[in-house]
């Protein structure tokens, strides 16, 4: 069991199913060895509480809980090797919270359901225009979002200002997609964005770490990568953004199978608009005369050599696209 399937929907529980909760996550290995109606007397809650609490987590029962439990217990005791030594360097500290990180990804999309991720796919195929906003730390991660969509051909514009990102989305119609990006699901900014849009007719389709949020709410199409935190405060403070990268990186990938010949050929033209504007190096260069010093560019790198920098599925940056505002 991954405490990040916690995390996602710690927001939808009752007191009590919330008080279970927190027991199987601070003390897996224990909870392990219970009854249902064990845990309730340890925790001090119904035995009907302990039931529901599986299910609302998206397993068949406690007994299938107990299952999951004794893997996550069996994760962390091979993990246990790589606490960090006593004279553990800045790059050790960095290394162990990079694992750390990995572990949480793996299990970050278990909220996803296959239907979800195949409406969001067909939207975002289908649209005659997709609009991708966002606010705050999950920025970067919709402008990146939106030049790789560009890159496969599509019609995608990334405002950043807030105004321009509500006016925007108002205007989007029928066949129309606003991707919105929240980690925490409350910016008000982007549910602002997200419920003009769906005022106005065009698809929300919303990327989020929670499961229950306002954002959630007003939107047609809902993908949660759960965080790394368990909380909602936990999500504040870490602003871990790694689950929703992946998850937007890997549905960028199948939009571009999807699109077929039509991708292909634009990404074969960003290709060489990327080879274009590709240098090896920088001389300095002296006028005979004046002997003033001057940059010369290097020419650039012959588009055979410069496939890994396409902006597609699995490479590229982000800037804002037409549209944009600064």
């Known amino acids: 069991m991954s405490t990040t399937r916690l995390a996602a929907i710690a927001n939808t529980l009752r007191p009590?199913?919330?008080?279970?909760?927190?027991?199987?996550?601070?003390?897996?290995?224990?909870?392990?060895?219970?009854?249902?109606?064990?845990?309730?007397?340890?925790?001090?809650?119904?035995?009907?509480?302990?039931?529901?609490?599986?299910?609302?987590?998206?397993?068949?029962?406690?007994?299938?809980?107990?299952?999951?439990?004794?893997?996550?217990?069996?994760?962390?005791?091979?993990?246990?090797?790589?606490?960090l030594p006593a004279q553990a360097t800045e790059l050790d500290s960095m290394r162990e919270t990079i694992l750390r990180a990995l572990a949480v990804a793996s299990s970050s999309l278990d909220l996803l359901h296959p239907e979800d991720v195949d409406a969001a796919i067909d939207a975002l195929a289908t649209a005659r225009r997709v609009l991708c906003v966002a606010n705050g730390l999950s920025t970067p991660l919709a402008l990146d979002f939106a030049l790789r969509l560009t890159a496969l051909g599509a019609t995608v514009g990334a405002p950043l200002d807030a105004f321009s990102q509500q006016l925007t989305a108002g205007q989007l119609d029928s066949g129309e997609v606003l991707v919105v990006v929240s980690g925490s699901g409350v910016n008000e900014v982007s549910v602002r964005a997200a419920q003009a849009a769906r005022d106005g007719g065009g698809t929300v389709l919303a990327f989020t770490a929670f499961a229950k949020s306002p954002l959630a709410t007003v939107a047609d199409i809902v993908l949660v990568a759960a965080s790394a935190g368990?909380?909602?405060?936990?999500?504040?403070?870490?602003?871990?953004?790694?689950?929703?990268?992946?998850?937007?990186?890997?549905?960028?990938?199948?939009?571009?199978?999807?699109?077929?010949?039509?991708?292909?050929?634009?990404?074969?033209?960003?290709?060489?608009?990327?080879?274009?504007?590709?240098?090896?190096?920088?001389d300095v260069v002296k006028h005979p005369q004046t002997s003033r010093s001057r940059l010369r560019i290097r020419r650039a790198l012959p588009v055979s050599d410069s496939r890994a920098d396409l902006p597609n599925s699995s490479t590229g940056g982000a800037v804002p696209q037409h549209g944009s505002t600064q």
Do not use: C
């Open 230 to 282: 368990w909380s909602f405060q936990e999500e504040i403070e870490t602003t871990s953004r790694l689950g929703l990268g992946l998850l937007l990186n890997a549905l960028v990938g199948r939009v571009a199978t999807r699109g077929g010949k039509t991708s292909r050929n634009a990404q074969q033209r960003a290709l060489s608009i990327v080879a274009d504007n590709l240098t090896d190096g920088v």
């Open 16 to 83: 009590a199913e919330m008080r279970v909760a927190e027991t199987l996550r601070n003390s897996p290995g224990e909870v392990v060895e219970l009854t249902a109606q064990e845990l309730a007397d340890r925790v001090g809650v119904a035995r009907t509480s302990v039931i529901r609490t599986p299910q609302a987590l998206g397993y068949n029962g406690f007994s299938h809980l107990r299952v999951e439990l004794t893997r996550h217990v069996h994760a962390q005791k091979v993990g246990s090797n790589a606490i």
